[in-house]
């Protein structure tokens, strides 16, 4: 059995269990990253209070090969998990850099 | 009590505490996007088998309404789960059309 999709294509039964369990996953993933944010968010508060630079070029080679390590394992190509931390790391640093200039503009 | 990093400079406690739960996250994110990656690939096999398009805008437009959702919920910022998703999306036809491709060859 199949159903139509909005522009009238039948959709596999097959194919909507996939996306039932790709959604599920996404829930997971960005509620996870929310988090992730929550504790970069006091990094940044943490390292503008003390004058630390934003970004930390030694960590963010340890994260890289962990990553990599990690997606390698799990089947994942360590070229996308790389690419997926300097996503998330860009943001990250774009909040720093806020925060850092909204406790300078304090001062 | 401070610990110091690779560059000598001294590295806050609570700073090391934060970092190991951004790792701990971090390695979660990284498995269930494998696992995402995973399902991707047989609903490309799957789209490819049956000639269905690599890309599909209607469950695009959906998926980005319900993450967005999700992000203003958990505290992030939705125009940051949109990005994220158009990323891994990207990633996703990426591989869609590289199987489409191989099994056009073999035909």
Same mark, same amino acid.
């Given at each position: +059995? @199949?159903?139509?999709?909005?522009?009238?294509? @039948?959709?596999?039964?097959?194919? #909507?269990? #996939?996306?039932?369990?790709?959604?599920?996953?996404?829930?997971?993933?960005?509620?996870?990253?929310?988090?992730?944010?929550?504790?970069?968010?006091?990094?940044?508060?943490?390292?503008?209070?003390?004058? #630390?630079?934003?970004?930390?070029?030694?960590?963010?080679?340890?994260?890289?090969?962990? +990553?990599? @390590?990690?997606?390698?394992?799990?089947?994942?190509?360590?070229?996308?998990?790389?690419?997926? #931390?300097?996503?998330?790391?860009?943001?990250?640093?774009?909040?720093?850099?806020?925060?850092?200039?909204?406790? @300078?503009?304090?001062?």
């Amino acid at each position: +059995m @199949a159903h139509d999709d909005d522009t009238g294509h @039948a959709v596999p039964e097959e194919l #909507l269990r #996939l996306r039932a369990s790709i959604d599920n996953l996404d829930a997971a993933v960005i509620h996870l990253l929310a988090e992730r944010f929550k504790l970069t968010r006091e990094v940044g508060r943490l390292k503008a209070g003390r004058d #630390l630079p934003p970004s930390d070029p030694v960590r963010e080679t340890r994260q890289i090969d962990r +990553m990599r @390590a990690f997606a390698a394992e799990a089947g994942l190509e360590p070229a996308f998990a790389e690419k997926f #931390l300097a996503f998330v790391i860009a943001e990250v640093i774009r909040h720093h850099k806020a925060i850092a200039d909204s406790q @300078a503009a304090e001062r």
